[in-house]
């Protein structure tokens, strides 16, 4: 069975930096496009940032460009967003996802990912 699990949210001051992990298990993602998405109350799931599957290409949300960074280690299937200065804006569940289509060119729709995790809670109070 093919899980994605994410980790590292909680609650932080604006300002304040989280780091998000998602550790994938059931097969390997080593070829493939890794994204994270949020989705606040009452709003679409939103595209945040997304890697190629050599970690070369990366693409962000313009809201988060210059403050959050994603990264992979691939040896341990894992895909991971830094998010520094926080702002209270950034308030949402996180979701890591995988896209089995395009290795190259990361997808920024969520509709074009394949499997997803659970999600994590990240709050960010003023």
């Known amino acids: 069975q093919v899980q994605l699990v994410e980790s590292g949210g909680g609650l932080v001051q604006a300002g304040g930096s989280l780091r998000l992990s998602c550790a994938a298990s059931?097969?390997?993602?080593?070829?493939?496009?890794m994204g994270w998405f949020r989705q606040a109350p009452g709003k679409e799931r939103e595209f945040v940032a997304a890697i190629s599957w050599s970690g070369g290409i990366k693409f962000y949300a313009d809201s988060v460009k210059g403050r959050f960074t994603i990264s992979r280690d691939s040896a341990k299937n894992t895909v991971s967003l830094q998010m520094n200065s926080l702002k209270p804006e950034d308030t949402a569940v996180y979701y890591c996802a995988a896209e089995l289509d395009r290795p190259t060119i990361p997808a920024r729709v969520p509709s074009l990912y394949d499997y997803w995790g659970q999600g994590t809670q990240v709050t960010v109070s003023s």
């Open positions: 059931g097969r390997t993602f080593s070829s493939n496009a």
